[in-house]
T-cell receptor, first 112, second 115 residues
Framework: QKEVEQNSGPLSVPEGAIASLNCTYSDRGSQSFFWYRQYSGKSPELIMSIYSNGDKEDGRFTAQLNKASQYVSLLIRDSQPSDSATYLCAVVNSGGYQKVTFGTGTKLQVIP | NAGVMQNPRHLVRRRGQEARLRCSPMKGHSHVYWYRQLPEEGLKFMVYLQKENIIDESGMPKERFSAEFPKEGPSILRIQQVVRGDSAAYFC?????????????FGPGTRLTVL
């Protein structure tokens, strides 16, 4: 069973702080990783993709990947109340047809 | 640039009726995935289809559920003889499988309520 694990939270951070969301995965051969944001009652929205070890920055978002540790994270700088949502980590499995496995998500609450 | 479309957005059925959920993938995408999400729970993979082919249905219940993606028209997820436990949000996603990765884009979902 190829798994993706996330802390369900809620993770509460004050407005303006850095929110750090973490994800571990079991498939050592995975090469593609995604972060989705899902607001309550809405569908998941792709916000970051990362394929290489290291950091990838996009605006206030930074994705970090460490394949040796099988760990991927998402940092949100200058957190805003509008960032309050559930963040889903998704990992493309190695082998087969590139099946995507989703974590159960971390609920983030940004406190004004 | 139309995204993934799903209809209906809300569907109410009585126990024992049939539910048909439709999904039109993003332009240029030929791969469709269906997921189910119960309130306050994660996404549960159901089925992966390409045009006229079911590639992976490992997440779909063996009975009452079926899916298709015909050569022409939308993908359809069909639930026969619905029960209250089928009440959930059903999301469709599509991808092109173009390198480097399998980015999936989601539709707005269909909220199914079984009375």
């Amino acid at each position: 069973q190829k798994e993706v694990e996330q802390n369900s939270g809620p993770l509460s951070v004050p407005e303006g702080a850095i929110a750090s969301l973490n994800c571990t995965y079991s498939d050592r051969g995975s090469q593609s990783f995604f972060w989705y944001r899902q607001y309550s009652g809405k569908s998941p929205e792709l916000i970051m993709s990362i394929y290489s070890n290291g950091d990838k920055e996009d605006g206030r978002f930074t994705a970090q990947l460490n394949k040796a540790s099988q760990y991927v994270s998402l940092l949100i700088r200058d957190s805003q109340p509008s960032d309050s949502a559930t963040y889903l980590c998704a990992v493309v499995n190695s082998g087969g047809y590139q099946k995507v496995t989703f974590g159960t998500g971390t609920k983030l609450q940004v406190i004004p | 640039n139309a995204g993934v479309m799903q209809n209906p957005r809300h569907l109410v059925r009585r126990r024992g009726q049939e539910a048909r959920l439709r999904c039109s993938p993003m332009k240029g995408h030929s791969h469709v995935y269906w997921y189910r999400q119960l309130p306050e729970e994660g996404l549960k993979f159901m089925v992966y289809l390409q045009k006229e082919n079911i590639i992976d249905e490992s997440g779909m219940p063996k009975e009452r559920f079926s899916a298709e993606f015909p050569k022409e028209g939308p993908s359809i997820l069909r639930i026969q003889q619905v029960v209250r436990g089928d009440s959930a949000a059903y999301f469709c996603a599509s991808s092109s499988l173009a390198p480097p990765g399998n980015e999936q884009f989601f539709g707005p979902g269909t909220r199914l309520t079984v009375l």
